[in-house]
Structure formats: structure tokens, C-alpha cells
């Protein structure tokens, strides 16, 4: 455990380098798109650098962020329009935010001076971090919502696999030779013991194997079939241990509430 506990450590701290590399990379290739002038000094150089690096770390990590949280909150199976629209308006709203917050600060630090005199310019200033957010947003939509559809297909694989195994160890559970054959004895005694029993046992047992052979293709059935099924079936176990067992079935089932047959 301590070695495979240690090995996800390993590569989650490797997978989280490549990712700050592959964000490096990208922000020095966006410097002559982001930032205007000559770069005449190594320490201006090293400047911008870390500006054009932080506006997309920033902009990475908040976008990831939104995205994470939008997926766990607006279904995109369900409202896959709203899904889209507020996650467009969200990743642009932050990236032009964050790039304002960026550059104040970056100004402050490295030139003791405010970047903007009107909301104005700071705004006109972040137009090209709202180009690449509409990019970034489009991208993040379109892998969001083929992501959460797949997803959405493989649930549903998964269900009818269960619902047949279900369906295949009830049958198998229900129609068992032993159960038909504890039943079959039962029924020998009655017709000696007490006839009317013994004919009210049949029409219990006919109508349980009935039910079973007619649901046996369906993936739901109406609760108060179900019902009626649990009714037989305890017919016929309480009529065999007679006061040795004792089942209650207190609930009414309203006309469309379905679940899994037996």
C-alpha cells in the first residue's frame, strides 16, 4: 500500500510538471501577441516572461476550475444549451477579470504605477484574453458535452446489464425445481387435508408462474402487479409453514409507480 500510495503521489506530482511546462511553453509562444516594445535587458525580458506566464496560469486554473464546477451543477444531458451559455459567460467574465487583475498587479510590483485611468481602457486592454476565452470556452463546451454523453451512454449500457442479471436470478430464483417441487408436495397434502385450501393454493401457484413467464422480457412493471405477485407468492410459503412464517404487505402502490419485475 505505502509503495502504490507512493507511486500515485509520483505521478500525480509528475503529470502536474508537465502541465506548468506545457503552460511555460505556451506563454512565451503568446508573447509577441500580448505584449508590445523591445526587449533591450535581460531582466525586461525575464519580466515579461513571468507576466505572460502568470496571465496563463491564471487563465488555465480558472477555466479548469469553472468548467469542474458547472459539470457537477448543470446536467449537460439534461440543459445542454444552459450548460454551454453559462459556461461561455462565466470562462469570458473571469478571463477578463483575471487579465485586469493580472496587469494592475504586475504593474504594482515591477513599476509602482496603475495600468489604467477608466474601466474603459482596463476593459479594451482584455479583449485578446476574451478572444482566447471564447476559443478555451468553445473548446471546453464541445469535450464537456461529448464527455458527459458518453457517460450518459455507457450508464445506460450499464443498466439494461444489470437489469438482465436481475431479471435472469429472479427467474432462475422463482422457478427453481426445488421451490416447484416443496410446492407440488405441499399441494399433495392439501387435497387430502383441505380441498378448498388446495384449490385456492393452485390458483395462487398458476397465477405466480403466469406473472413470471408473462414479465419475463419487460425491464419494468406496474408496482401493483408487483404487488399482486408478492401477494401469491407469500400465499403459497405461508400455506407451507403455516404458522412458522408470517408476512405482512402493507403499502398501496399508486397506479403509475413501476419497478424491476420480482
Not at 450499464?158 to 427467474?171: E, P, R
Request: glycine letters at 4%.
Amino acid at each position: 500500500m505505502k509503495y502504490s500510495l507512493t507511486h500515485l503521489r509520483s505521478a500525480s506530482g509528475r503529470k502536474s510538471l508537465r502541465n506548468i511546462l506545457i503552460i511555460f511553453l505556451i506563454s512565451i509562444a503568446f508573447i509577441p501577441f500580448t505584449f508590445n516594445g523591445t526587449y533591450d535587458s535581460l531582466g525586461k525580458v525575464a519580466i515579461v516572461v513571468l507576466w505572460s506566464f502568470v496571465i496563463f496560469v491564471t487563465q488555465f486554473l480558472g477555466h479548469g476550475l469553472i468548467i469542474e464546477k458547472l459539470d457537477k451543477t448543470i446536467s449537460w444531458v439534461k440543459r445542454p444549451v444552459f450548460r454551454a451559455v453559462v459556461g461561455i459567460v462565466c470562462i469570458v467574465v473571469y478571463a477578463s477579470v483575471a487579465f485586469i487583475a493580472v496587469d494592475i498587479l504586475m504593474n504594482l510590483i515591477f513599476f509602482q504605477s496603475m495600468p489604467y485611468k477608466s474601466v474603459m481602457q482596463a476593459l479594451d486592454s482584455s479583449r485578446y484574453a476574451i478572444g482566447i476565452a471564447f476559443v478555451i470556452s468553445f473548446v471546453l463546451t464541445s469535450v464537456g458535452f461529448f464527455q458527459a454523453w458518453k457517460n450518459s451512454e455507457v450508464a445506460k449500457e450499464q443498466l439494461k446489464t444489470q437489469i438482465v442479471t436481475h431479471k435472469y436470478n429472479a427467474l432462475r430464483d422463482q422457478i427453481n425445481p426445488h421451490f416447484l417441487f416443496n410446492s407440488l408436495n405441499v399441494l399433495s397434502d392439501l387435497v387430502y387435508e383441505d380441498q378448498d385450501l388446495a384449490v385456492k393454493f393452485i390458483r395462487q401457484m398458476s397465477d405466480l408462474y403466469r406473472y413470471v413467464l408473462m414479465v419475463r422480457n419487460e425491464d419494468s412493471i406496474a408496482l401493483v402487479q408487483e404487488k399482486e405477485f408478492a401477494e401469491s407468492f407469500s400465499f403459497l410459503l405461508k400455506t407451507r409453514f403455516e404458522k412458522g412464517l408470517d408476512i405482512e404487505i402493507d403499502f398501496q402502490p399508486k397506479p403509475n409507480e413501476h419497478i424491476v419485475p420480482m
